[in-house]
């Protein structure tokens, strides 16, 4: 039997030690990714499956419903959410902040909100309201305008109020194949710059859209 020192034991154990430690950063990075949403590489194979598995056939349905090209619909889910279900949420404190000033009297309006929408409203409903939810990330505040209540744009039925949502907002725009607007009025409430880079907050949020798109195209038709 050969002889093994304990100093050879030691270097085993610590490489064993730095390959369980490097698998679990990877793992780490890739979880990661999927929690943001930011799908790339590798990971855009996955965010389209999770997309279609969870998502597939409640876009085509709306789709149809609403005269929208599905493969938009699928791409910016897979853009906004990874297409996780549950979706998850992100607040966002400046949107709290406006709507706050709304409520409390300091500002007129933020985009359709007035004071009278907001009168009675607590603290943490206005957080609610400020936090982007569903496969569309649609914030709360959106549920104003669709005369909806928050649950309806996170919970079952999510996709159809984020459909009729685009729809009433810049459905028209998707309809004449205006994608780079499409894409930018929703991650900014504005189409996309004449002059200039794009606004989005990620600056290739537009260009993904597009590549989603195109690798939902077959999907969309079946």
Known sequence: MPFVTHSSKNKGRALAGILVLVG????WNELDRRIEGTWSEPGEWWGKRATLKNYGNDVKQWANEFDLPAEYLLALIQLES???KPAGKRFEA???ERLKSVRDGKRTRYENIRRS???GASDEALRNLATSWGPFQLMGY???LLDLQ???IRGKDAVQAGV??????YGDALRKGR???AFHLHNTGKPYPTSGPPTTFHPDYVVRGKRYMLNFAGDASE
């Open 24 to 27: 679990v950063l990877l793992a």
């Open 179 to 181: 994608y780079e607007d």
């Open 94 to 96: 400046h949107v709290y």
């Open 117 to 119: 929408d907001l009168e």
């Open 142 to 144: 959106k549920c104003i």
């Open 164 to 169: 009729t949502w685009i729809d009433q907002t």
């Open 82 to 84: 990874g297409g996780r």
């Open 150 to 152: 928050l649950r309806d």
